[in-house]
C-alpha cells in the first residue's frame, strides 16, 4: 500500500543553520506530495506542495522537489529561525477518486538561538 | 473566510462517558475527514464523509466510533463509552469538491481520566 517515510527526530539546530529534513515514499499511480507544519498546541498547515515530477513547492523559504526517480520529497530551507520550530509531516495524496491524504509519522524540529 | 472550526479544543471525559466532537468546514467545503493522532504519532486518517454520506470509514475503529455529516450543522464525530485509549488529538479537514488540499482545524484534544 501507499506509505510515507521521514527522517527520524527530534532535529536540534542553531539559527540560520541549513535544514534538511528526508522523505521518501511508496506509491502507486502519480500521487501529489505536501508539507504540513504543526506548531506547538495547534492543528496542520500546509507548509508546500508538489503535484507531479520535477514540480517544486516553495513557501516562506522552505523547498521540496518532486523526485519521482528517488520517490523523495526532501524539505529543505536554508537559514532556520526560532519560530521555525514545530513538527513537520510529509504527506502524500494517492489520486484516487477522493484524496485520502497519507502521513509520515513526523519530524520535531527545535531551532535554538 | 474562516478557517475549519473545532470544538470544544478540549475536553475532558471519565471512562463509559460519551464525547462529541464537532467540526465546521470552510465555507464552500462539502468534504470532510477525521484524523487520529496519539501523543508522538502522526496523523492517522479514520474517515471521509461527504454530505450525508460516509465515502470511507476504514480507519474508524469497527465499534463505539461513528461519525456523521448531515445537511445542516457541522460533522459529528462521536466515541461511545470512552476509554483511556481513546485519549488523543482528533483533527477535522474539509476540501472543495474539486481540491485536493485539505485545510485543518486546530484539534479536539480529548482526555479521558
Known amino acids: 500500500g501507499n506509505s510515507v517515510t521521514q527522517m527520524e527526530g527530534p532535529v536540534t539546530l542553531s539559527e540560520e543553520a541549513f535544514l534538511t529534513i528526508n522523505c521518501t515514499y511508496t506509491?502507486?499511480?502519480?500521487?501529489?506530495l505536501f508539507w504540513y507544519v504543526q506548531y506547538p498546541g495547534e492543528g496542520l498547515q500546509l507548509l508546500l506542495k508538489a503535484t507531479k515530477a520535477d514540480d517544486k513547492g516553495s513557501n516562506k523559504g522552505f523547498e521540496a522537489t518532486y523526485r519521482k526517480e528517488t520517490t523523495s520529497f526532501h524539505l529543505e530551507k536554508g537559514s532556520v529561525q526560532v519560530s521555525d520550530s514545530a513538527v513537520y509531516f510529509c504527506a502524500l495524496s494517492d489520486g484516487t477518486s477522493y484524496d485520502k491524504v497519507i502521513f509520515g509519522p513526523g519530524t520535531s524540529l527545535s531551532v535554538i538561538p | 473566510n474562516a478557517g475549519v472550526m473545532q470544538n470544544p479544543r478540549h475536553l475532558v471525559r471519565r471512562r463509559g462517558q460519551e464525547a462529541r466532537l464537532r467540526c465546521s468546514p470552510m465555507?464552500?467545503?462539502?468534504?470532510v475527514y477525521w484524523y487520529r493522532q496519539l501523543p508522538e504519532e502522526g496523523l492517522k486518517f479514520m474517515v471521509y464523509l461527504q454530505k450525508e454520506n460516509i465515502i470511507d470509514e476504514s480507519g474508524m475503529p469497527k465499534e463505539r466510533f461513528s461519525a456523521e455529516f448531515p445537511k445542516e450543522g457541522p460533522s459529528i464525530l462521536r466515541i461511545q463509552q470512552v476509554v483511556r485509549g481513546d485519549s488523543a488529538a482528533y483533527f477535522c479537514a474539509s476540501s472543495p469538491p474539486d481540491g485536493e488540499t485539505q485545510y485543518f482545524g486546530p484539534g479536539t484534544r480529548l482526555l479521558v481520566l
Open positions: 506509491a502507486t499511480g502519480y500521487p501529489s
Open positions: 465555507k464552500g467545503h462539502s468534504h
